[in-house]
């Protein structure tokens, strides 16, 4: 039997959390339902962010409300802190993730807060969580390249996904924030993050900025990672980010991964009308 990897959707989140024009709440829940049609298990829904900070991203619950829930697909969202957490809880998520940076400047330009003091503020999410029984992940940002401070030393990346992990999270999720790493770095990170973790607990979240996200995938499939973070149509970006381009696209994913013999569990067909679909949101 082909062995697996999990592609994590991440398009109705990522993908169009950057785009400057709102997006009509039934388009996002249409996505959605075309993914999980697609044959996706994990879908990245929504934001509890502060709506102040990402207002694209404001009709969370409303786009949670309208998806046709599919057996087996786990609804994800971000929640940065408690109201995110509360918010996130009444939509009835599956999963909720919280977000920390290997480094201070993207910290502090993403969150208003230092890496320290964003590990409090994750602090009770991550406590609430486990006392209501929902899976958290974490992302790690900036693992290869931060915009304001420049290359991120691996061991600073190793120490947040260390932290990340001792808050509970079941997976850490590995971004290249700008896509700018190259293959050599991924292979520097990674063997860091492999001396703080297994394999099964890291995946990668590459945006493909400089094109060469598909090379770091193939570096972590030789270091055994097997969930990669993708948005059909290589949509997105990050608002606090600049020069953040889109994250890899999904279809290119699964067809590298279905010529080195790994199975997605994805209908291709699908997945094309779904990315198709996600670029015509651009211009709604
Ligand atoms: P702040 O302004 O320092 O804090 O933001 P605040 O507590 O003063 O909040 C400001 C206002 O927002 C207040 O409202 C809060 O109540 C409200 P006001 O009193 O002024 O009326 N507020 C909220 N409302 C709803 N839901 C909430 C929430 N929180 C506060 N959850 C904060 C601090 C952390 C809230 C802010 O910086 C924030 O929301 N940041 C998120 C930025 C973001 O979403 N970035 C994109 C996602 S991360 C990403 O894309 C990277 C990733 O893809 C991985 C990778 O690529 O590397 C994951
Ligand atoms: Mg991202």
């Not at 997976?171 to 896509?179: F, M, P």
Request: with cysteine; glycine share 10%; aromatic share 6%.
């Amino acid at each position: 039997m082909a062995e697996s990897v999990t592609l994590f959707e991440m398009g109705p989140r990522d993908g169009l959390q950057n785009e400057a024009k709102t997006i009509p709440t039934k388009y996002k829940v249409q996505l959605v339902d075309m993914l999980s049609e697609a044959g996706f298990s994990k879908i990245e829904t929504a934001s509890f962010v502060s709506p102040k900070w990402v207002p694209q991203m404001a009709d969370g619950a409303d786009v949670l409300a309208g998806v046709t829930r599919r057996k087996g697909v786990r609804y994800t969202a971000l929640t940065p802190n408690m109201k995110g957490y509360q918010r996130a809880r009444a939509a009835n998520v599956d999963e909720i993730a919280i977000f920390g940076s290997a480094s201070e400047g993207f910290s502090k330009s993403n969150l208003n807060m230092s890496k320290a003091d964003a590990l409090e503020m994750f602090r009770p999410v991550a406590e609430a969580a486990k006392a209501d029984g929902i899976l958290m992940r974490g992302y790690v940002s900036c693992v290869a390249v931060c915009p304001f401070d420049g290359p991120t030393p691996s061991s600073d990346v190793a120490d947040a996904v260390e932290a990340m992990l001792a808050l509970g999270c079941y997976e850490i999720s590995l971004g290249d924030t700008v896509g700018r790493g190259t293959p050599e770095m991924t292979e520097e990170f990674l063997t860091a993050c492999l001396k703080v973790a297994d394999a099964d607990q890291l995946a990668g979240h590459y945006h493909d900025t400089n094109g060469r996200a598909l090379e770091n995938i193939e570096v972590s499939l030789t270091h055994g990672l097997r969930c990669f973070d993708a948005a059909v149509g290589g949509l997105g970006g990050c608002p606090y980010a600049p020069g953040a381009a889109g994250n890899v696209a999904t279809e290119a994913v699964a067809d590298l991964l279905a010529a080195k013999g790994f199975e997605t569990g994805l209908d291709r067909e699908k997945l094309l009308e779904a990315a198709s679909f996600a670029k015509t949101l651009r211009s709604v």
